[in-house]
């Protein structure tokens, strides 16, 4: 290989071609189809999977039992964080290489890959979370690999209830209420009634005092982009939030709707009074849900 210019290259083999040489078979043969969808997490899945996570894709759907590898084409969207996601024989170990790679939030990316076939089918594995999406244009008749691994556990799609909010010199209980007001001024981070779900496509917005009734948010300005914030669920898991913007708006529920509509597809927001002890101007965090703390 030349690289006219120098940089690192990565270079992954799926397969060969043999030659006139060897024995005629119908091993190999490629049985070429009109695009068929075999996977759309999106139909699945309330919200992209969680990193760390595979999704088995089984024969019959569309390739029969005695197909040795297919011809796929990979899409990734709605992605929690830049990563890579890998198709490789099901129950077979996963191998350290990649046949698709997010490098930024809200990136739409496809690729086409020849992936080999396994005893239970197709595996997706995706690094850091994303959406998947697998369009199927023809497979290789043989034998599948046979492999010995388990299956992966099911991906969870249960949602839960916020509880909690912790952070960067954060920590504060959450309430809810038809009465807003007298929520965050029993010292808590409130919602309306009828929001707050977590792990599902919503945009909660989080109200709470600065400088009284406990200061709940007092510290607000400490989450900057970069920083993560976690929300707990009643279910007992942490709901990481990473942190894409910090805003100092005019108190109008225009320019707060026009932030957070724009933010992403599942994300949090924490909004203050500003400066300390005024009430001229609130703070707006912005955050997108990225995973599940440890």
């Known amino acids: 290989m030349f690289s006219q210019s120098g940089g690192d290259l990565v270079v992954d083999v799926a397969g060969w071609f043999t030659g006139p040489s060897a024995p005629a078979t119908t091993d190999g043969l490629f049985v070429p189809t009109a695009p068929l969808r075999m996977l759309d997490t999106r139909y699945t899945y309330a919200i992209s999977p969680w990193g760390d996570t595979t999704v088995e894709i089984d024969h019959g759907s569309p390739f029969p039992a005695d197909t040795a590898a297919a011809a796929i084409n990979i899409t990734a969207t709605d992605p929690l964080l830049p990563g890579f996601i890998t198709a490789y024989p099901a129950g077979e170990v996963r191998p350290p290489s990649s046949n698709l790679n997010v490098t930024e939030l809200d990136q739409i990316a496809a690729n086409h890959a020849l992936v080999r076939v396994g005893s239970r089918g197709v595996a997706l594995y995706t690094q850091s979370g994303a959406q998947m999406i697998v369009d199927v244009a023809g497979w290789y008749l043989g034998s599948p690999a046979a492999g010995a691994e388990p299956p992966p556990p099911n991906p969870s799609t249960a949602s839960s209830s916020a509880v909690a909010i912790a952070g960067p010199r954060l920590s504060v209980g959450v309430g809810y209420g038809r009465d807003l007001d007298a929520v965050i001024d029993s010292g808590r981070a409130g919602l309306w009634d009828g929001v707050g779900a ?73 909004v203050a009074c500003h400066p300390p002890g005024s009430v001229r101007y609130r703070i707006v965090v912005t955050g997108r849900l990225i995973g599940l703390a440890p």
Do not use: C, M, W
């Open 198 to 270: 977590l792990g599902l496509r919503r945009n909660n917005v989080f109200f709470a005092h600065r400088t009284s009734h406990g200061a709940a948010f007092r510290n607000l300005d400490r989450l900057v982009p970069g920083t993560v914030f976690v929300i707990e669920g009643a279910d007992g898991r942490g709901y990481r939030y990473l942190v894409t913007r910090q805003d100092v708006i005019v108190p109008r529920a225009a320019v707060l709707k026009s932030i957070v509509t724009v933010a992403g597809p599942v994300t949090a927001t924490l």
